[in-house]
């Protein structure tokens, strides 16, 4: 099966690249206004134990996108309703309490049938995560539904893209933007020629 395959049919052709996008802003976008970067997608939300992540990847994005990085943000309120505001709100949270200067997108579903086309293709491309298990077991032990192997676990979530284009690695939850797994991948797809 392609990786953009039902229920999302007319990306069946396209690349990653050629998704489109809808900046916080409202303004269009698409992954190719990226092209030859490194990229860290990153599924975010502002209510989750997860949400002081945002700093450790604003820090990574300061130290590390003069060597090509850049770390894209898309809201999503797929997990316990952990992302209720409007596009403004968010935008207004992640400037206000973590000075987020990395590109955010407006809020997107990544999970289930109505997951965003972009999402689609990244989880067909990449179906398993580094660091998943133990995130995945603590959920399970609040009584929380983790969904279908593949599927995107919960916020925070990262996929890593390499300067061509290529989805080269996920990573679960709870993988911090300080994690040496993640820094390891990330250096090597900094360190190659796209």
């Not at 976008?29 to 700093?55: F, H, I």
């Amino acid at each position: 099966m392609a990786p953009w395959a039902d229920p999302f049919r007319e990306y069946t052709t396209m690349s990653l690249d050629d998704i489109p996008l809808k900046r916080i802003d409202g303004g269009d976008a698409t992954l190719a206004d990226y092209r030859g970067k490194v990229l860290l997608v990153v599924n975010v939300a502002s209510k989750c134990g997860l949400t002081p992540q945002y700093e450790g990847l604003e820090r990574l994005y300061q130290a590390r996108r003069g060597e090509g990085l850049e770390i894209l943000g898309f809201p999503a309120n797929d997990f316990n309703g952990q992302e209720p505001g409007s596009d403004e709100e968010i935008g207004q949270f992640c400037s206000l309490n973590y000075d987020v200067h990395f590109p955010l997108f407006s809020k997107i579903s990544v999970a289930g049938p109505d997951r965003h086309p972009l999402y689609a293709a990244l989880t067909a491309a990449q179906p398993d995560a580094i660091g998943d298990g133990p995130f995945r077991e603590r959920l399970a032990g609040y009584g929380i539904a983790t969904g279908a192997p593949g599927e995107v676990l919960w916020n925070f979530e990262k996929f890593l893209i390499d300067r061509s284009g290529r989805p080269v690695a996920r990573f679960a939850p709870d993988v911090a933007a300080d994690d040496p797994r993640l820094l390891e991948r990330l250096d090597a797809e900094l360190e190659a020629d796209s």
